[in-house]
């Protein structure tokens, strides 16, 4: 069996090498051939294998793979649904519970949002959190106290505003999942900043996850049509994110459960 694991050409750190050479090899062992392609390369040339395996948020690049018929995982429109903050929640609402939510409004040019940002204060209180709708590692997530903190973030970039979850400053729960099934979990706690993630300084820990969580994972997956993910919950069984393509490196590190076989496995099974 021939792949393709598409990467993105810009993002070549040491942590993503590290991430792809343990897919090729776990690729191996499960007899599939795969090769690696950026996201450049794949600009001007053509696909060519059983399926893809898209490590990647370049969307158009994605459905033009699916249009020439080769299965892409996670397929377009699941990543879609996820690389957009603003998207996921409200492809999730009313699917499982979610922090309170406000998003802002489309605007062609530069416009004055005091009425949104003075509604989002009344509904929302302080402190927020303000999310561009589109970033990873949680970058482009801030934490305001105040309106001139909110409107200091405020750029042409999409954005929603967040109810703060005090109980899970600087903690949740990471949860894969693939096929349907949680597969590892890993608590992630940060002492430093109200963002968990092991990119910001957060720590991980392999946890045993409530039933409760694992059927909002799993449900979070389903309804955003993912092969596999990492699912991100907060203490009061909130999810706040939910990731097409998670650095499975740190959780394996940390909880010793391999998730890349697992993927292939699954992938095997629906081709």
């Not at 530069?110 to 990873?136: H, T």
């Not at 979850?165 to 894969?176: F, P, T, V």
């Not at 099934?181 to 890993?186: G, L, P, S, T, W």
């Not at 092991?198 to 955003?224: D, F, H, Q, R």
């Amino acid at each position: 069996m021939n792949a393709i694991l598409v990467t993105n050409h810009f993002l070549n750190g040491e942590k993503y090498k590290e991430l792809h050479s343990h897919l090729l090899k776990s690729a191996k062992k499960c007899d599939i051939n795969l090769k690696i392609k950026t996201n450049l390369e794949l600009a001007s040339e053509k696909v060519q294998g059983d399926f893809v395996l898209f490590w990647d948020k370049d969307i158009n690049l994605a459905r033009r793979i699916e249009k020439a018929g080769i299965p892409v995982f996670n397929s377009s429109e699941a990543i879609r649904k996820c690389d957009d903050k603003a998207l996921t929640y409200i492809e999730l609402e009313n699917i499982v519970k979610q922090p309170k939510t406000l998003i802002s409004p489309k605007c062609y040019f530069e416009v004055d949002l005091d009425e949104f940002v003075n509604k989002a204060i009344e509904i929302l209180g302080f402190p927020m959190v303000f999310k561009e709708c589109f970033g990873s590692y949680g970058f482009q997530v801030y934490l305001c106290n105040t309106p001139a903190d909110i409107f200091s973030r405020i750029t042409d970039k999409p954005f929603i505003l967040q109810e703060f979850i005090a109980e899970s400053s600087g903690c949740d729960k990471r949860l894969e999942v693939v096929d349907s099934k949680v597969v590892a979990c890993a608590r992630r706690v940060n002492k430093s900043d109200f963002r968990s993630n092991v990119t910001n300084g957060g720590k991980m820990e392999m946890c045993t996850p409530s039933e409760y969580e694992i059927g909002t994972a799993i449900k979070a997956c389903e309804t955003l049509g993912l092969t596999f993910g990492g699912v991100d919950i907060l203490d009061d069984g909130s999810v706040c994110e939910v990731n097409s393509n998670a650095h499975i490196i740190n959780i394996m590190n940390s909880t010793g459960v391999d998730i890349a076989p697992l993927i292939f496995n699954a992938i095997k099974r629906k081709i």
